[in-house]
C-alpha cells in the first residue's frame, strides 16, 4: 500500500538511533532493556524499538529492515486515527456525542439532577460558575450511568436470543479495549461506546456475548455473531475508525 505524503515523518523527539526503511528517513528512540527478544512498538510518539543487551546493533537493523513495511503502516494508520481526536471541552455551550449525534452542555442550578432534554440538551445541576473539572465529573457520571442502563437493556434483549446467560456487568475505560467477556459470564464494556451509534454498540454487546458459546476468534465464533448480526463486519469497520481513547 503505497503511503500518503501528507504524513508526519517519522521522527521520535526522544530520538537516539536512525535508519531507512522503505527509502524513508526515521529517528526512532531505542533502548536497552531486561527481555527476551527485540520489541517494535509504533506510538503517538513515533517508533520505539526496545532490545535486551546481548543483542548488537546490527540485529535490530536487521530486524527493522524486515519489519520496514509495518512500522510505516502501523505510522499511516497512527496519524489516521489522531485525525479523528474529538477533544471535549468542558463548558457551557460545548458539545460531545451521545449515541452517535451531539448533545450540548446546559449548566442549571435550578436542576436536582442532570438530565437530557428534547433538545438534546444535557441539563447539568451545575452552578454557572463551575469549573471544566466540575462539568467534565458530572458529564461523565451522567454519560456512565446511561451507559449502564443501555448496556443492560442490549445485553438482555441479545442474551436470551443467543442462548447464554451473562452474569455481571462492569463499566471500563481502557484505552483502545471496547468490552471482553468472562467464561462465567461476567462482561465488561467500555462506557465511552455510549457516545458512538447504537449499532455499534449492539454490535461490541454480541460480539462479548458469543464470547459465553467460544472463548476464541475461531469461525465458530464469527458464525454465532453472523447469526445475530448479519451486517456485523460493517458495524465492525464503522467501531474501528473510532478511538475511544480519544473522547478524553
Ligand atoms: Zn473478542
Keep these: 500500500m503505497p503511503l500518503a505524503s501528507s504524513h508526519r515523518p517519522l521522527v521520535h523527539p526522544r530520538a537516539n538511533r536512525e535508519t531507512v526503511l522503505e527509502g524513508m528517513h526515521v529517528a526512532y528512540l531505542f533502548q536497552r532493556v531486561r527481555r ?32 520496514g513495511e509495518w512500522v510505516l503502516r502501523k505510522w499511516a494508520e497512527m496519524q489516521e486515527r489522531q485525525k479523528n481526536i474529538r477533544q471535549i471541552e468542558w463548558r457551557e455551550g460545548a458539545s460531545l456525542d451521545y449515541l452517535g449525534a451531539p448533545i450540548h452542555l446546559h449548566l442549571s442550578p435550578e436542576n436536582g439532577r442532570s438530565e437530557l432534554n428534547d433538545q438534546r440538551e444535557l441539563l447539568l445541576a451545575l452552578p454557572h460558575n463551575a469549573e471544566p473539572s466540575q462539568i467534565r465529573d458530572a458529564v461523565q457520571a451522567w454519560l456512565m450511568r446511561e451507559a449502564k442502563v443501555l448496556f443492560e437493556s442490549r445485553l ?93
Excluded at 527478544?37 to 535490530?60: N, Q
Design 36 to 67: 527476551r527478544s527485540i520489541g517494535f512498538v509504533v506510538g503517538p510518539d513515533g517508533l520505539e524499538v526496545r532490545a535486551p543487551k546481548w543483542v548488537t546493533i546490527k540485529e535490530v537493523e536487521l530486524g527493522l529492515q524486515e519489519r
Design 156 to 248: 438482555n434483549f441479545y442474551a436470551p436470543l443467543m442462548g447464554v446467560q451473562w452474569r455481571r456487568l462492569s463499566l471500563s475505560n481502557a484505552g483502545s479495549r471496547w468490552g471482553s467477556a468472562r467464561v462465567d459470564g461476567a462482561i465488561r464494556l467500555n462506557w465511552r461506546l455510549i457516545h458512538l451509534k447504537p449499532d455499534a454498540i449492539d454490535y461490541v454487546v454480541v460480539h462479548e456475548l458469543a464470547h459465553l458459546h467460544e472463548m476464541n476468534h475461531s469461525p465458530a465464533f464469527w458464525k454465532v455473531v453472523a447469526s445475530i448480526l448479519p451486517d456485523h463486519m460493517a458495524r465492525r469497520k464503522e467501531l474501528q475508525k473510532e478511538n475511544l481513547a480519544n473522547w478524553a
